[in-house]
């Protein structure tokens, strides 16, 4: 039983007054008479997210970073977010960092924490977040439809290969240049929902997923929510030349924690979707479309292929 078997089975509360309740990258609740509220909750655990040696601020970065992600990919515009911590000991150094990060996130996002919880424990962050989303542009996994074009917002891959990069066979370890080894350490480290891009394009899209559990995996329940299909060229998904000239496309679609966005779109958008990627200088792509055939199938370089493995999941 992996974790959406164990959230289907005994977490599938039933709910009377929200809008939308489990089974989105948020939960809808109304708000006033043009928007609903959208709220969502995400936690990094020691020695499964994170490390006694993780750098505290980025750690602050990304515990907020990855709730955005999931605010963002429902057309939302984060607001408010609330705290809960448990830490093991008192070390004010390390609060001090990880507190500068928090900061440094919701002030790029433009978010008031307004509250939380604070215990001794493992190290363990919890935030709650809420945003707004416009009534009329709300994006769910659910909106797809036969035609859609697939889209992702930027290269994937670059988290996955930094937290993957030890356990690769010595031929492929050897062959990561430091400048990339570099990048994917940042992006690793301090992932950055595109905002901006989703709530200039989201009376376009028609149904969004952010990417936390990788590609492949996250595609699939854009796919179960819309009892769609999809044929996806491998090829055409942006990522790092290395993923391509090592034949590690899994790992890019397959390792998660990209915070990015997968979107589909109508075919008369394409252009205007090309143009506004180009505008936030995102490196998304168009990486294939939806199908009326409940079953995704992916193809390289035009020859059908089968994954060997999905997304990630805990408990998997
Ligand atoms: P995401 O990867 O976008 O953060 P998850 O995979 O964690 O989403 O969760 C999928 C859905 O299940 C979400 O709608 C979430 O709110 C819901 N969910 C997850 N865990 C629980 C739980 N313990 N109780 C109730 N709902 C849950
Ligand atoms: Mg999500």
Request: net charge positive; aromatic share 8%.
């Amino acid at each position: 039983m992996n974790e959406f078997d164990l959230i289907k089975k005994y977490f599938n509360f039933t709910s009377n007054h929200a809008l939308l309740g489990i089974g989105d990258d948020a939960a809808l609740i109304p708000f006033n008479k043009n928007e609903f509220m959208a709220i969502s909750m995400d936690t990094l655990n020691i020695g499964h997210h994170f490390t006694e040696d993780s750098d505290p601020y980025y750690l602050g970065w990304k515990s907020l970073a990855v709730n955005v992600s999931d605010i963002v990919s429902m057309g939302g515009q984060p607001r408010y977010a609330l705290l809960s911590i448990s830490l093991k000991n008192l070390d004010v150094n390390w609060i001090g960092k990880f507190t500068k990060g928090i900061k440094a996130c919701a002030k790029k996002y433009n978010i008031e924490i307004i509250g939380g919880d604070t215990n001794k424990g493992s190290t363990s962050i919890s935030i709650a977040i809420m945003g707004n989303v416009s009534s009329k542009n709300v994006l769910k996994r659910s909106g797809a439809i036969p035609g859609d074009e697939i889209w992702v917002t930027n290269e994937v891959g670059y988290a996955a290969l930094h937290f993957n990069q030890h356990s690769l066979l010595p031929k492929y370890k050897k062959s990561i240049s430091n400048c990339l080894k570099k990048r994917s350490q940042e992006e690793f480290l301090k992932p950055q929902p595109p905002l901006e891009f989703i709530q200039e394009t989201k009376s376009l899209i028609n149904s969004a997923i952010d990417l936390s559990d990788g590609l492949a995996g996250d595609l699939q329940h854009i796919l179960n929510s819309s009892s769609v299909g999809a044929k996806i060229e491998i090829n055409e998904i942006p990522m790092h030349k290395w993923f391509k000239e090592n034949n590690q496309y899994e790992l890019a679609m397959c390792g998660g924690e990209d915070y990015q966005i997968l979107m589909t779109v109508p075919h008369k958008h394409h252009n205007k979707i090309q143009n506004l990627l180009k505008k936030h200088s995102l490196k998304g792509a168009m990486i294939g479309k939806i199908t009326k055939d409940k079953k995704i199938e992916y193809s390289l370089h035009g020859k059908k292929i089968k994954l060997s493995k999905e997304g990630f999941t805990h408990f998997g």
